[in-house]
C-alpha cells in the first residue's frame, strides 16, 4: 500500500484505499458454500484455518482461500437476522416471531449446516488454534463481547444515528427504511435489558455461551492471528459483491488489515432463512450497514491511540464500500426472490 495516500477523508476511506483493499477480494462460485465468520481485521492462523478446512473438507471453500465476513460471525448474523425481522415486520417481530435471537442462532446454524462460526484470538486462548472451554476470560473478539453495548448505542445515542443515517445514504443512495432499522434496533436493546436485569449493555456472547454450543452442536471456533491494526491505519469495507469474499492470504500480501462485512455473500448464505421469514435482501443489507456504524464507534473506542480511545464515534474507524448496493439487490431480487 502506497503510504503517502491518506486513509480516510471524513469518516469515508479514500477511493484509492478502497481500490487497494478490493485487491483482497477473491472470486467464488455462484452460491459456492463458505464459511461465514467474523468481520474482524485479523487473519485465521494458519493452524486454525488448516483445523478449519479438516473441518469442512468439501462442503465448503477451503477457509485458507475466502471467507464471509459479518460481524459476530454466527452471532451477528443471527442478530441480523432478528433486528431485521422487526425492520421488515414491525419492531416488536424482532423479539417475537421464531423465537427472538436465540432462535435466530438456531436457524442460522441449521440453513448454513454448522459454517457459521464465532471466534477468538491466539492472545485470548494463549494458542493458535485450540479455544480454552473453561473459565471466564473475555474473547478475542469485540463484537461478541460488547453485542449488547452495542445494540444499546444505536437505539439510544442519537449522534451515532445520525452518522448511521449518512452511512445509508452513503452506501445506498438514500437512507429508505433507517427509521424503521432504529425501531428494531430499540425493540432488540429492551429485551436484551429484560434477559440481563436491566442493563443491555451487560449482554455479552461470552465464553461459556461458545462453549456450551462446542459442547451441544460441535461449533468449531475461528482463532484470528496478531494485533488489530490501529483505527488510523485501518477501515471497514462493506462488500456488495455477491460474488467475492475475503481472501486472508491476499490479507497478508499487502500488510495492512482492514474490518470488512460481505454482505452480498453472506445475505446469499441465509436466503432460505430470509425468504421464509419475509426479509428482503435489502431490508437485512441495511440493517448489516447500521450494525457496522455502531461496530465501527466500540471498535474506534478501544483503539490505542489516546486521542480516540473512550469516544464513540463511527468515523473514527472509516468506512468504505465495494461493489454496487442496487446492482446487488436487483441479483437478490432476480435470482433467489428476495
Known amino acids: ?35 461465514i465468520a467474523c468481520g474482524d481485521d485479523r487473519v485465521p492462523t494458519s493452524d486454525s484455518a488448516e483445523l478449519l478446512d479438516n473441518t469442512y ?37 424482532s423479539t417475537t416471531r421464531y423465537g427472538g435471537l436465540i432462535g435466530a442462532v438456531d436457524s442460522v446454524r441449521n440453513v448454513t449446516a454448522g459454517r457459521a462460526i464465532g471466534h477468538s484470538d491466539e492472545g485470548k486462548e494463549r494458542s493458535t488454534h485450540q479455544f480454552r472451554m473453561e473459565g471466564s476470560d473475555p474473547l478475542g473478539c ?7 453495548g452495542a ?50 449493555s ?9 462453549a456450551a454450543n462446542v459442547r451441544t452442536y460441535q461449533d468449531p471456533v475461528m482463532i484470528l492471528s496478531g494485533q488489530h491494526a490501529p483505527a488510523s491505519e485501518s477501515g471497514a469495507i462493506f462488500n456488495f459483491r455477491p460474488n467475492m469474499v475475503t481472501d486472508p492470504e491476499k490479507v ?18 441465509l436466503s432460505s432463512v430470509l425468504h421464509e421469514r419475509g426479509i428482503s ?39 468504505g464500500v465495494t461493489g454496487n448496493a442496487q446492482e446487488a439487490i436487483g441479483h437478490f431480487d432476480f435470482y433467489y426472490d428476495l
Do not use: C
Open 1 to 35: 500500500m502506497t503510504e503517502n495516500i491518506p486513509i480516510a477523508t471524513g469518516g469515508y476511506l479514500d477511493s484509492e484505499i478502497v481500490a487497494k483493499r478490493d485487491e483482497t477480494l477473491t472470486l467464488i462460485d455462484y452460491r459456492e458454500p463458505v464459511v
Open 57 to 93: 473438507g468439501s462442503t465448503a471453500r477451503e477457509v485458507s482461500q475466502g471467507y464471509a465476513r459479518v460481524w459476530g460471525g454466527l452471532y451477528g448474523a443471527a442478530g441480523l437476522v432478528a433486528i431485521a425481522d422487526g425492520v421488515e415486520h414491525g419492531k416488536e417481530a
Open 142 to 148: 469485540l463484537a461478541a463481547n460488547a453485542f449488547g
Open 151 to 200: 445494540i444499546l448505542l444505536m437505539a439510544t445515542n442519537s449522534y451515532i444515528q445520525e452518522v448511521g443515517r449518512q452511512d445509508q445514504d452513503f452506501a445506498f443512495g438514500n437512507d429508505e427504511g433507517y427509521d424503521e432499522i432504529l425501531g428494531a434496533f430499540q425493540t432488540t436493546s429492551e429485551a436484551l435489558a429484560d434477559m440481563t436485569g436491566g442493563d443491555a
Open 202 to 210: 451487560t449482554f455479552a456472547i461470552t465464553r461459556q455461551t461458545i
Open 252 to 269: 497478508l500480501e499487502t500488510g495492512k488489515t482492514f474490518y470488512g462485512v460481505d454482505a452480498a455473500v453472506v445475505t446469499a448464505e
Open 281 to 319: 435482501a435489502e431490508k437485512f443489507m441495511r440493517t448489516a450497514m447500521a450494525l457496522t456504524t455502531v461496530v465501527r464507534a466500540a471498535l474506534a473506542a478501544h483503539d490505542n491511540d489516546p486521542t480516540i480511545k473512550g469516544t464513540y464515534d463511527p468515523r473514527n474507524l472509516a468506512l
